[in-house]
């Protein structure tokens, strides 16, 4: 995979390439976007359509996703404060049918944003993440529910700049503590399922990001999984990419009835593997 | 000694001293239609041009900052260069109304574009850039991308470019324009990671450039803990009166530090309660600080993204 970004103008291309080695599907599925259907800020709902529609073919093929108003919800701000940070909250009400989400920010350099598989041991009611966005652009959530079938919803969010966005430190000052994380849980109570917040350090470089100082970007390195267990049982599996904002933020649900310690295991493209693991709290007590 | 450059000439009326941007209307220096867009002598020799409390337009050419010059028995030196090309361009040929004395020093005090994208106008000058020592590695992550976003804004032509420091400042420093010193501070990370303060020694005035907001809602962009420190550090200085980097050209140092310390830590406290409280972020940024409402312009445009700040740094304590 390149690794450094000679010129400005090679970027989307090479993302492109970027995205195309990344098996964010089980299937292998890769993703490419048209430099034909270049983002901008003035397309029209056609033009948005036809971007989805290549992108949708390249990640599911010719599988039919439905559109639903039920199965999936997408809250984001309509015009983000910051558009290297867009807080995304994903709500599925009909929890016990998901197997699992993927998330797509149709505009941004590397569309494909995140896929999570859910485990036994997750109540997949809700996720929240943390997104950069790239231009105006449309958000899609397809869901995927456990006899096999996919729906989608979608939303529109205001923002530019949040994978080019510098970090406002040093590249060494934003790899500090590289891999280092937090699971915090909300209060616990019987019978319900538990709320956990991870937090893993790492800049998620999205290779967009200058540094004139080799006159060249940063390369992209960014967490390409994680995989969070509970005892024995599956959790989540979250395969990521640069559009996720840097030091990742990922709320998601425990069922109550889980046991053991939890698990978490984060990789990055660059082959750097972080693994921690937690008491979480018990719901019995 | 004191500078002899408040001559008579160049001094600004009582009137228009007393009335502010509301009777500028009929000053002949007004060339914009953007009020309060004119040079007043703030001190002995000290010019400033009070930045309106807004985002770059097309129409404003970014200069919204309050910039201007000190002038010494020698040479002159810009407090802070502009927000553009044209914004520059603008202050050299309002220097040059004044007086012909040499160009000496243009001060970058921080890495954002509404105070140093000016910096090109001074080229021909040759003057000391002087600027924070971390000020060049900012400019090499950031400068192309605030460039690109005011070509968008303004056109290539009025954008100016990136300008490094040519005295980059570790700790102190001072320059002699004649008559007069200015003494520079510099800071650790607070409103931006590279902020630049300095002091006139003929006035007594502090220049904290953006350490200080008034009016205009602060911008978090450096260390919420660390501005709070640095705004302990300018109190410790003891100034009397401060050209703040947006507000009114000359306040009162104490209440006006007050003002943004009141802010900053009831957005630290604020911010702090809500992550131990799993207050999730997109929450917070509608909840927090918002008892600062009313007393901030731009509030609405800065806050939420003062907390998304606020939050990132606070949450790994």
């Known amino acids: 995979m390149t690794r450094s970004i000679a010129k400005p103008v090679l970027v989307r291309s090479v993302l492109a390439a970027l995205s195309l080695a990344l098996p964010l599907v089980g299937a292998g599925t890769a993703l490419r976007t048209s430099p034909s259907l270049a983002a901008g800020a003035s397309d029209d709902e056609s033009e948005r359509l036809a971007r989805w529609k290549e992108i949708r073919t390249s990640i599911f093929g010719d599988k039919t996703i439905a559109p639903t108003d039920s199965l999936v919800k997408i809250d984001a701000p309509v015009r983000a404060l910051d558009a290297s940070l867009v807080p995304i909250t994903l709500t599925m009400p009909e929890k016990d049918k998901i197997a699992g989400i993927h998330l797509v920010i149709d505009d941004n350099p590397s569309p494909y944003a995140a896929h999570i598989a859910f485990g036994p041991g997750a109540d997949a009611g809700e996720i929240k993440l943390r997104v950069r966005v790239n231009n105006y652009t449309n958000i899609h959530a397809v869901v995927e529910t456990k006899d096999g079938r996919l729906f989608e919803t979608t939303k529109f969010v205001k923002a530019s700049g949040g994978c080019s966005a510098p970090m406002g430190m040093s590249d060494e000052e934003a790899m500090k503590g590289m891999g280092d994380m937090k699971l915090k849980f909300a209060e616990a109570q019987p019978g319900r399922p538990v709320e956990a917040t991870l937090m893993i350090r790492h800049p998620n470089f999205s290779g967009m990001q200058m540094n004139q100082i080799t006159r060249d970007y940063t390369p992209a390195r960014y967490i390409n999984k994680v995989a969070i267990t509970r005892g024995d049982q599956a959790v989540l599996t979250l395969d990521g990419d640069i ?43 | 000694m004191r500078a002899d450059a408040g001559r008579s000439r160049w001094s600004t009326t009582r009137r228009s001293a007393l009335f502010g941007g509301l009777c500028l209307c009929c000053l002949p220096t007004l060339g914009r239609s953007a009020e309060g867009f004119d040079l007043q002598e703030v001190g002995p020799g000290i010019f400033i041009r009070r930045g309106p409390d807004a985002e770059a337009t097309p129409e404003n050419d970014d200069a919204i900052a309050n910039i201007g010059f000190i002038v010494g028995d020698r040479s002159v030196l810009v407090t802070e260069s502009g927000g553009s090309l044209a914004d520059g361009a603008w202050l050299r040929a309002e220097i040059r109304k004044r007086t012909d004395k040499p160009i ?26 002087v600027g924070h020592h971390a000020l060049r590695a900012a400019l090499d992550a950031r400068g192309e991308y605030y460039r690109g976003r005011l070509v968008e804004i303004l056109g290539a032509d009025r954008a100016g470019s990136v300008v490094y420091p040519t ?44 350490l200080l907001f008034v009016t205009r809602i602060p911008s978090l962009d450096g260390s919420l803990v660390g501005w709070l420190k640095e705004a302990d550090r300018l109190r410790a200085m003891r100034a009397t009166k401060a050209v703040p980097g947006h507000g009114p050209r000359l306040v009162d140092v104490a209440p006006a530090l007050d003002d943004l310390t009141r802010y900053l830590t009831i957005l630290r406290d604020e911010t ?18 918002q008892s600062e409402r009313d007393r901030w312009v731009l509030f609405d445009t800065y806050n939420g993204r003062n907390v998304t700040q606020a939050f990132k740094e606070l949450e790994w304590e």
Request: contains cysteine.
């Open chain 1, 243 to 285: 559009s996720i904002a840097s030091n990742p933020v990922i709320n998601f649900g425990l069922q109550p009835e889980g046991q053991g310690p939890i698990k978490v295991v984060a990789t990055d493209n660059q082959n750097g593997r972080w693994e921690h693991s937690f008491t979480a709290p018990s719901a019995t007590n």
């Open chain 2, 104 to 129: 000496s020093h243009v001060v970058l005090t921080h890495v954002h574009p509404d105070h140093c994208f000016g910096a090109a106008a001074f080229a021909e000058d040759k003057p000391v850039y």
């Open chain 2, 167 to 210: 005295l980059e400042v570790t700790d102190g420093a001072e320059v002699d324009l004649g008559g007069r010193a200015v003494r520079f501070a510099a800071h650790g990370a607070a409103h931006t990671n590279c902020d630049l303060s300095m002091r006139d020694s003929a006035s007594g005035i502090l220049f904290p450039a953006d």
């Open chain 2, 272 to 289: 702090r309660k809500a992550i131990v409280a799993d207050v999730p972020i997109e929450k917070a940024v509608r909840t927090v600080a």
